[in-house]
């Protein structure tokens, strides 16, 4: 049944000529062949836009079109994308210029979305952490619990250049708007769809060769060094500010939430407001968690020192 769905496909790019030739190579080769691209780019200064422009010549009669990007980031650009109504199409899929998508990764994630139909549904995947030449590094952890909105409010799940989401979760987008303070798009997406009783679904198949480079808006999170990072950005308030940036995105868009979810939200909010053994109580009470051991620990520790 998906061999006949559209999708559109949302790439925001910003001085990307480097490795955009074989991300768009790797899109051309999916065996799912219904698909428009779409980029919006933030004033590239190198040749990303000729790289486009040539793809779009050597593949006529594909919907390939190119506009000017909002110029304030990545997510704020990715998702002016989303919620544009004038992109029509039965599934919108994400694509970061510096991957390489495996084959079948369109197909894998429509047949994922099939049973959802009747719902919003995101879906996500693992990814091959590779650098900048290719080669695999690593892959991305498996989640150990199943997705759920106590676990968006403190963790995205999967990159976004792996998620793809169906015509009902398009919607929802568009019913909360652009949400330009959220910290990331996916993670924003995760939050809001789950949030609003909507289906994530998780692929343990990589499907993304995701390239570390020294441009890299995010990186993997997967050495010693880079958790380290992340712990002390946690401990240096980074966390808390995300959280802070996220919750108030939620806020403006609760009525699109579940009533279960709002008061999962009230009660986030109040625990970020505070610290020790009372905010410990709160954090079990409410059941929030990340997909990890060590992702709950600074969790507790986010909670105990008041950087929630």
Not at 187 to 203: E, K, T
Not at 262 to 272: G, W
Request: aromatic content about 8%; proline content about 3%; charged content about 20%.
């Amino acid at each position: 049944m998906h061999k006949s769905s559209h999708v559109a496909i949302l790439l925001a790019s910003y001085n990307g000529a480097r490795y955009l030739r074989e991300q768009l190579d790797s899109i051309a080769a999916q065996d799912h062949d219904d698909w428009s691209l779409h980029v919006s780019d933030d004033g590239s200064s190198d040749g990303t836009l000729g790289i486009v422009a040539e793809f779009a010549r050597s593949h006529p009669g594909r919907r390939i079109v190119w506009r000017k990007g909002p110029a304030r980031g990545s997510t704020v650009n990715f998702l002016s994308l989303l919620c544009d109504a004038r992109i029509s199409a039965d599934y919108f899929a994400f694509a970061d210029q510096d991957d390489v998508w495996l084959p079948g990764k369109l197909s894998r994630a429509l047949a994922a979305l099939a049973p959802s139909e009747d719902r919003a549904a995101l879906y996500g995947s693992r990814t091959w952490i590779a650098d900048k030449t290719l080669t695999i590094r690593g892959i991305s952890p498996l989640p150990r619990h199943r997705p759920s909105f106590r676990n968006a409010l403190v963790q995205s799940i999967a990159g976004g250049n792996t998620m793809v989401l169906n015509g009902l979760a398009r919607m929802l987008a568009l019913d909360a708007g652009p949400a330009e303070g959220a910290t990331c798009h996916d993670w924003w997406l995760y939050q809001l769809i789950s949030g609003a009783g909507g289906q994530i679904v998780f692929d343990p198949v990589a499907t993304v060769l995701y390239r570390q480079h020294d441009a890299n808006q995010i990186g993997a999170n997967l050495s010693l060094a880079a958790r380290f990072r992340r712990l002390s950005q946690l401990l240096g308030g980074r966390f808390a500010a995300w959280n802070c940036a996220n919750s108030a995105e939620l806020m403006r868009t609760a009525p699109l939430l579940t009533q279960e979810n709002r008061d999962c939200l009230d009660a986030f909010q109040r625990l970020r407001r505070d610290r020790g053994l009372t905010a410990l109580r709160r954090l079990k009470a409410a059941g929030f968690f990340r997909q990890s051991r060590a992702g709950d620990l600074s969790l507790a520790l986010a909670a105990a020192i008041g950087r929630m």
